[in-house]
C-alpha cells in the first residue's frame, strides 16, 4: 500500500522543462496496468500566509518523526501529479492518520467547489 506515504520522486517543473527530486505525498495506492500514484508537492519553504490547499506539517508535532522529513514543511494540494511507481526513488515515511483525514476532507472541498 503507498496511499499516505511519503517518496522521494522526480516532481516536474510547472513549464514541464525538467524536474527536481523532492518529497511528495502519496494521494492514491497504484491504479492501472502502469501503476500510477497521484502525488502532492511537498516544499520546506513555508509562506507567511498558507493557501487554503496547503497542509503544514510541523516539525514540534510528536508524530512528525515517522514522516521522514528533516524540517517543517507544506503539502501543496494544488500541486498534483500522476507518475508510475516506477520513478519512485525511495520512501521517506508516512503521513499521521490525522494529516491524511485533512487531505481527504481538502481534496474534496477543492473537487465540490463551483465556479
Same mark, same amino acid.
Given at each position: 500500500?503507498?496511499?499516505?506515504?511519503?517518496?522521494?520522486?522526480?516532481?516536474? @517543473?510547472?513549464?514541464?522543462?525538467?524536474?527536481?527530486?523532492?518529497?511528495?505525498?502519496? !494521494?492514491?495506492?497504484?491504479?492501472?496496468?502502469?501503476?500510477?500514484? !497521484?502525488?502532492? @508537492? /511537498?516544499?520546506?519553504?513555508?509562506?507567511?500566509?498558507? =493557501?487554503?490547499?496547503?497542509?503544514?506539517?510541523?516539525?514540534?508535532?510528536?508524530?512528525?518523526?515517522?514522516?521522514?522529513?528533516? =524540517?517543517?514543511?507544506? /503539502?501543496?494540494?494544488?500541486?498534483?501529479?500522476?507518475?508510475?511507481?516506477?520513478? /519512485?526513488?525511495?520512501? $521517506?515515511?508516512?503521513?499521521?492518520?490525522?494529516? =491524511?483525514?485533512? /487531505?481527504?476532507?481538502? $481534496?474534496?472541498?477543492?473537487?465540490?467547489?463551483?465556479?
Amino acid at each position: 500500500m503507498t496511499k499516505g506515504k511519503i517518496f522521494l520522486v522526480p516532481f516536474p @517543473y510547472d513549464d514541464l522543462s525538467t524536474n527536481k527530486l523532492r518529497p511528495a505525498a502519496c !494521494l492514491t495506492n497504484p491504479m492501472g496496468a502502469r501503476r500510477h500514484v !497521484l502525488l502532492a @508537492y /511537498i516544499t520546506s519553504h513555508i509562506p507567511t500566509h498558507l =493557501q487554503e490547499t496547503d497542509i503544514k506539517l510541523d516539525a514540534n508535532n510528536p508524530d512528525f518523526v515517522a514522516t521522514g522529513l528533516h =524540517q517543517s514543511s507544506i /503539502i501543496r494540494l494544488h500541486h498534483l501529479v500522476t507518475v508510475s511507481t516506477i520513478v /519512485i526513488q525511495r520512501e $521517506l515515511g508516512e503521513l499521521p492518520s490525522d494529516i =491524511q483525514a485533512k /487531505i481527504t476532507e481538502k $481534496l474534496c472541498h477543492l473537487l465540490s467547489e463551483r465556479a
